[in-house]
């Protein structure tokens, strides 16, 4: 039995990142420091830093497809290493402007990618902050005069060498990292001026825990605490679709309750709401919500890492197709994660479409205030 896993990924590339650095311009914000820069004869060189992070990749090409922008956004650079893509956005005119970057992003992000990759530099992840949904996953490669943004990888190479972590299964944490930029005309006076506008979400090299280098019993518990408190406060008054397994098992304690082995559990607002549902009570409960109403709370079962199709058979298609991927909450310890031995998590909901749909990478709980990113495979 194989299993298949691919990342979609969302790429951007601002071309005229960097351009009003050779004339020693502190940036490259504006449409006239870009006339400038074309008119005195200076190269655009940020499309050739992100294919020095692409060319990493290029191993991999099988497993990966991107979704872009046409001509020097994108697509002339995936094209020339022969990368997979799809086009969907087209600037209107040349140079293209910021409203190009928000709007080529604002229709990519539209596209189910794992994690959207752009190269430019503190004025492109400026604009980037401003039009992706809050979860989404970014990295940015540094091709700008300015990069005081910690959303940017310390190199393309960097840069690279991450999305090359994720496609090879290993352990990614996740954090908030912040978006920066200064205000360019002050610093051309001799002023540095760097404000904080927000911040985005970004795969890092992993920094394990404490609690997790400690090893044995009390460790595990208090990493299952942990866990508890992170689900616990991100609750609202979603309805919590509960499956089973330890971790899951160590939520509902939390909460006061008891976890059915190998079943599903309905709680609401701290409430109970019932035990050991079938699949038909399960449907009927999630299909007079909105889908954003509800959470499905679950942990991989077994060895191989099954998410779906082991143990859980309640969670059949037509189930998760109404809470939506987006709406699934993984819970694992980093012990577990680490014991798959870089092996993708897997579906096996008995639909390949939806096995499809669900496959690329998902965040999973591991702590309080900590993820990480896993890839997720279908079984062929």
Request: charged letters at 25%; zero cysteines; a negative charge.
């Amino acid at each position: 039995m194989e299993t298949s896993s691919r990342l979609t990924v969302g790429f951007i590339i601002n071309p005229y990142a960097g351009i009003g650095g050779a004339l020693a311009l502190k940036g490259s914000d504006g449409a006239d420091i870009r006339q400038k820069a074309l008119a005195a004869g200076v190269e655009k060189k940020a499309a050739r830093r992100a294919e020095t992070a692409l060319e990493l990749l290029q191993p991999y090409k099988q497993q990966l497809h991107f979704v872009t922008a046409a001509n020097e956004m994108g697509a002339d650079s995936l094209e020339a290493l022969g990368f997979s893509f799809d086009s969907v956005y087209k600037a209107a005119e040349t140079p293209s402007s910021p409203e190009d970057t928000k709007k080529a992003v604002s229709e990519i992000v539209t596209h189910n990618i794992d994690i959207l990759l752009f190269a430019g530099g503190d004025g492109t992840a400026r604009d980037i902050y401003q039009v992706v949904p809050e979860q989404q996953l970014v990295l940015g490669i540094p091709a700008g005069v300015k990069i005081h943004s910690g959303v940017y990888a310390i190199s393309p190479t960097g840069a690279g060498r991450v999305i090359e972590k994720i496609l090879q299964g290993e352990l990614s944490s996740i954090h908030n990292a912040d978006v920066m930029d200064i205000d360019e005309e002050a610093f051309r006076k001799g002023t540095v001026k760097a404000r904080r506008f927000g911040e985005m979400s970004v795969p890092a090299e992993l920094e394990y825990v404490q609690a997790v280098k400690m090893g044995g019993k009390e460790s595990d518990e208090m990493v299952l605490d942990d866990i508890a408190a992170e689900v616990t406060e991100r609750i609202d008054d979603e309805l919590l679709v509960m499956g089973s397994g330890s971790t899951v098992e160590a939520i509902m304690q939390s909460m006061g309750h008891e976890n059915t082995l190998l079943g599903v559990d309905l709680v609401q607002q701290n409430n109970l709401l019932a035990s050991d549902v079938t699949e038909n009570r399960l449907y009927e409960e999630v299909a007079q919500r909105e889908t954003g109403s509800i959470k499905l709370v679950i942990t991989l079962i077994g060895g191989q890492g099954h998410l779906f199709g082991r143990g859980n058979q309640q969670l059949s298609p037509r189930v998760i197709r109404h809470i939506g991927k987006e709406n699934i909450w993984v819970v694992a310890t980093k012990t577990k994660l680490q014991a798959l031995n870089s092996k993708p998590l897997r579906v096996d909901t008995g639909d390949s479409e939806l096995d499809r749909e669900l496959s690329g990478t998902i965040r999973v709980i591991t702590g309080y205030h900590d993820e990480v990113l896993m890839p997720v495979a279908a079984v062929n």
